[in-house]
């Protein structure tokens, strides 16, 4: 799904009115969203075995972020607001592995040896 698929779904969805409806079907849609991680899955051993260590421990902790949200979206209650926040402290660490490793990787890339 894409992101504007995503938000129209939103959009039109009558269940998403109220602010709590709409940040429940959000992670709802990052839950099914992590289930397409086929190109992080084919990606990462490229990674891990061409790249610098530190860009490899990276790409290592999307991958597993990637994977707790996952495992976790099949066996959660998304009714249930402790799992719901549970789902949204997933995502945000996902999202910092993820800008955490971008980071690396254009630095890594274009040359920035400051910052490893």
Do not use: C, K, W
């Amino acid at each position: 799904m894409t992101l504007a698929q995503a938000r129209s779904e939103l959009a039109n969805d009558v269940a998403t009115n109220d602010r709590a409806g709409v940040e429940a079907h959000a992670v709802v849609l990052r839950a099914e969203a992590a289930e397409r991680d086929d190109a992080l899955r084919a990606t990462l051993p490229v990674v891990q075995l061409e790249g610098p260590e530190h860009v490899s421990d990276l790409a290592q902790e999307v991958a597993g972020a990637a994977f707790q949200i996952r495992l976790a979206a099949r066996q959660r209650d998304y009714s249930d607001p402790a799992s719901v926040q549970a789902a949204q402290d997933e995502h945000q660490h996902l999202t910092a592995a993820i800008a955490a490793y971008v980071t690396a990787a254009r630095d890594h890339l274009n040359g920035d040896r400051t910052r490893l």
